[in-house]
């Protein structure tokens, strides 16, 4: 349920959700055993295909029981190895269905059954050869749960499991060509534990020999690698060429914040590329795995070594272990291209995804899409924000633009005007007039008011430092920095506040005839440092007005001075500018003007501003600005105290209730809620299917996964297969297609594959199906050819265009790359398409083709069409 608490203007005004205590009753297993015939609710449903199968159930849960009774008579756990084993297992099985069918029939007499039936026959012999070994990512998916069960009855949170949760893999038992009767135990290879004695020494060595790609050493990709160390993946002793290895890359370096997450990174790994350090612990875990390790950005074109001779031949298993949708839409569509297995993980809190990408069978991630994320409008941002994300988020661009962007707009300028400014004064005017003409027309008329404002401000300052010494241009900056910081104050939490209220009064209407500071709109309050700090909210306004006031000015002083002591203010300085501001009558004085916006004045007004700049750079020496590199971790830097401040002023202003320093890192650092339990769960998971990937299991037998730890839900479910795309003439596709174009040795002597020569071939492709065996093309052209977002060729342009059709396509290639022509070249946004990223120079492209029967007028879009050049 919720309650929602409304004050008035000056009070917070919040949304709170009060959760009503919910008490959960557990049964001893012997009563839920009994029960659970009778009570549908005790055993938590997971598997679609087995969790409402009763009799699946009952035999499972009665090896479990049994194992026990196995134990304490043998002191040991039933091997393959015996025979009398499964013979005295299967007993003791009978035996314990024949009690609960009488529990089940209310205390009727037991009758043990002469014989199992051939599934319970099954299921028991594969429980006991597999029982006295360690399956790893089985072991990570229970540790998982009983860790997070743990967490749920200590702290109370979230519900827990009730009675009964069944999960298995049995598919890895029932591969093609596995042999679970045979294998070594693990005592007699130490690099693959209970891997032999579950599937076999054949499919070890196969596992041993795989090339598997992590994509990220963070918490997922920490996970991924202690996994596959302890199952012994890349542990052959072979040669090089033939020999397994695990490959992985992150471009991050270790940040404080990952460590409670990140299981292999420790305090000594601060500052260290994330891949490099996990290489390390990895291989504690297994010093006898192959690592590679790279910190290259997967998608960079130039200098990566993520080449089509990497993905031909050096990767046979992809594991994503990636935080954004962008680089795990690259990732799945290398993948399609170079027909690779792909699992790819996810986690937001207790929440968890698995899916598992089959060659040639199963749908690949781009599919099927998330909905994008909610962005916050810029109304709300700039004028109305209810929500505390909200002030951070607007807090966080507030750092960007001052410390930022305006160090860059300052730095640009001082580079756009190098050797232009040493003219007479006559040139001067006429530079500024043509910025001025040139700003008006990039930026319009408010825009570039404003950053002539800025410019001036900025660049004003060191003119001014030029001729002192160092100790007082230090001091000059300090004050400087500190009138600057409160006069931001006052414009921030003051001025802005009666602009908007002289725009909107308390009692205005909108256009309804509505209140207009209704719903979620909030009226605003001035903010001023108030000397009677008696209570606590005027306490908690000044320690944030100083806190604002502190680490701005120490952020501004920052762009002029070197990073050390000199920049640092003490809050008794802080507090003491502030006083001396908010009480003086004419404190708005001491602050700087804001440029004259009448419309007939713009050009006049910006000539006038830009002198100011100008006229410094002809003075003085060009000094370059110092810009923050925004940073959550260092807590000694005052980004995220400047934030923080700034945020819960804005929050103040607006009756929203401020947080603190550590809610206002996990948003403005954009941190994502990870459980260590989740993650561990997705990552045995992902395991799990890199075994069945590795076995060649057929794609039923796969599992894609979406858990939530908290409610508790489990559902795992058959990957879809791929969707099939009708062709023209009855043909069919999926996206694990391809058409394959080869240039000739013939062609490339004559200069190269021309336009007019590849489309013909694509009409033959199209006409036979994937082969360009001679076909009716009579009836059959290319609409469009596209490389990517670049447009190379459209039937209604370019039909007729001798010049086109006898270029090579090579050239088609190159010209496209570099026009910014939007027929040729695409829209300037759609160059950025995530996944996209070739050069001219390339051997091979992927183009795609539009083709259309002229007589039906039927249309249709092929295949993937790689397109080689002779070498």
């Known amino acids: 349920g919720g309650s929602l608490i409304e004050q008035q203007v000056n009070k917070a005004v919040s949304f709170s959700r009060k959760k009503q205590l919910q008490r959960t009753s557990f049964l001893p297993y012997s009563e839920a055993s009994a029960e659970r015939h009778r009570h549908g609710g005790l055993i938590t449903p997971s598997d679609l295909d087995k969790s409402f199968d009763s009799e699946r159930q009952d035999t499972l ?44 029939k209310n205390g009727g007499e037991s009758k043990t059954k002469k014989k199992l039936n051939k599934k319970a026959a099954s299921l028991v012999k594969k429980f006991v050869n597999t029982c006295a070994a360690k399956f790893t990512p089985l072991q990570g998916v229970m540790g998982a749960i009983v860790a997070q069960e743990a967490l749920k009855a200590a702290s109370g949170l979230y519900t827990p499991i009730h009675q009964f949760l069944l999960f298995d893999c049995e598919e890895v038992l029932m591969a093609p060509g596995t042999d679970t009767t045979s294998g070594s135990t693990p005592e007699l290879n130490s690099d693959t534990p209970g891997l032999c004695y579950i599937l076999g020494d054949k499919f070890v060595k196969t596992f041993q020999k795989r090339r598997i790609f992590v994509v990220g050493a963070g918490a997922i990709g920490c996970e991924l690698l202690k996994n596959l160390a302890a199952m012994g993946a890349a542990t052959n002793a072979g040669s090089k060429k033939k020999g397994g290895k695990l490959i992985v890359t992150d471009m991050d370096t270790i940040e404080k914040s990952n460590l409670s997450r990140q299981l292999l990174f420790r305090d000594s790994d601060l500052g260290n590329f994330k891949s490099v350090a996990a290489e390390h612990a990895a291989k504690m875990f297994n010093k006898n795995c192959a690592i590679e390790v790279h910190s290259s950005k997967v998608g960079d074109v130039d200098e990566s070594p993520f080449d089509e001779q990497f993905w031909s031949k050096g990767v046979d298993i992809v594991l994503n272990a990636l935080d ?51 962005a916050i409008p810029v109304c709300t941002l700039k004028n109305f924000p209810y929500a505390i994300s909200h002030t951070i988020q607007w807090a966080r661009d507030l750092f960007d633009g001052l410390f ?17 400014t040493s ?15 040139k700003m008006l027309h990039e930026a319009g008329e408010e825009a570039a008011l404003v950053t002539a404002q800025e410019v001036g401000d900025d660049l004003q300052v060191i003119g001014e430092s030029q001729e002192i010494d160092t100790s007082e241009r230090t001091q000059l900056m300090r004050t400087k920095s500190l009138r600057w910081a409160v006069c931001l104050a006052r414009k921030l939490y003051v001025e802005s506040v009666d602009s908007l209220l002289a725009q909107h009064p308390l009692d205005s209407k909108d256009e309804d005839g509505d209140s207009f500071w209704s719903g979620t709109r909030r009226p605003p309050s001035r903010l001023t440092y108030q000397t009677n700090d008696t209570d606590t909210e005027a306490r908690v306004l000044n320690q944030n007005l100083i806190s604002f006031v502190q680490n701005g000015a120490r952020l501004r002083a920052e762009m002029y001075l070197p990073i050390g002591q000199s920049t640092i203010f003490t809050s008794e300085e802080a507090k003491d500018a502030l006083v001396a501001s908010f009480l003086q009558p004419d404190a708005t004085a001491v602050c700087e003007d804001e440029p004259e916006t009448a419309s007939s004045k713009h050009k006049q007004v910006l000539n006038s501003l830009l002198r100011v700049p100008v006229t410094e750079l002809r003075n003085s020496p060009a000094e370059k600005l110092s810009m923050a590199d925004f940073e959550k971790d260092d807590e000694s830097n005052g980004h995220v105290a400047f934030i923080t401040a700034a945020s819960n002023l804005r929050a103040l202003s607006y009756g929203i209730p401020p947080v603190d320093a550590m809610e206002t890192r996990r948003v403005a650092g954009k941190i994502i809620p990870a459980m260590i339990s989740t993650t561990a769960f997705v990552s045995a998971l992902s395991c799990l299917e890199l075994v069945k990937l590795v076995q060649k299991s057929p794609l ?13 839900f489990f559902a795992f479910t058959a990957p879809l297969p791929a969707e099939i795309t009708p062709g023209l003439n009855g043909k069919e596709y999926t996206l694990w297609d391809q058409l394959s174009i080869a240039e000739s040795k013939k062609a490339a002597d004559k200069g190269g594959l021309t336009v007019k020569a590849l489309l013909k071939r694509i009409c033959k492709l199209a006409a036979s199906g994937g082969t360009e065996d001679e076909a009716s093309l009579d009836n059959i052209q290319v609409a469009s050819l596209s490389l990517g977002p670049y447009l190379l060729y ?26 910014d022509d939007e027929d040729i070249g695409g829209r300037e946004e759609d160059k950025e398409t995530v996944g996209f990223a070739v050069s001219s120079q390339d051997a091979v492209f992927d183009l795609t083709a539009v083709v259309e029967d002229v007589e039906t007028g039927e249309e249709a879009e092929l295949p993937v069409i790689r397109l080689r050049r002779f070498q």
Not at 67 to 89: C, Q, W, Y
Not at 338 to 361: E, F, I, M, S, W
Not at 802 to 819: G, P
């Open 324 to 374: 954004n949708v962008d680089a795990r839409l690259y990732m799945d569509g290398q993948c399609v291209k170079y027909h690779k297995a792909l699992v790819d993980a996810g986690t937001l809190g207790p929440k968890g995804n698995v899916q598992v990408v089959v060659p040639k069978q199963s749908e690949s991630y781009a599919s099927s899409a998330d909905p994008p994320d909610e």
């Open 700 to 712: 039923a037998a796969h599992r894609n996964a979406f858990i939530n730890l908290a409610l508790p």
């Open 61 to 104: 849960l009665s090896c479990f029981s049994s194992i026990d009774s196995f134990v304490n008579e043998h002191g040991r756990l039933p091997t393959k190895a015996n025979s009398d084993d499964l013979k005295i297992m299967k007993g003791l099985v009978r035996e314990a269905l024949s009690v609960e069918n009488a529990a089940e």
């Open 404 to 420: 930022v962007q305006r160090a860059q707009q300052a730095n640009d300028f001082v580079e756009s005007l190098v050797g232009v």
């Open 423 to 437: 003219g007479e004064s006559d040139d001067i005017a006429n530079i500024i007039s043509d910025l001025a003409t």
């Open 794 to 819: 459209a039937n209604f342009l370019h039909e007729d265009d001798r010049t086109l059709l006898k270029s090579t396509i090579w050239d088609t290639i190159q010209e496209a790359l570099d026009s």
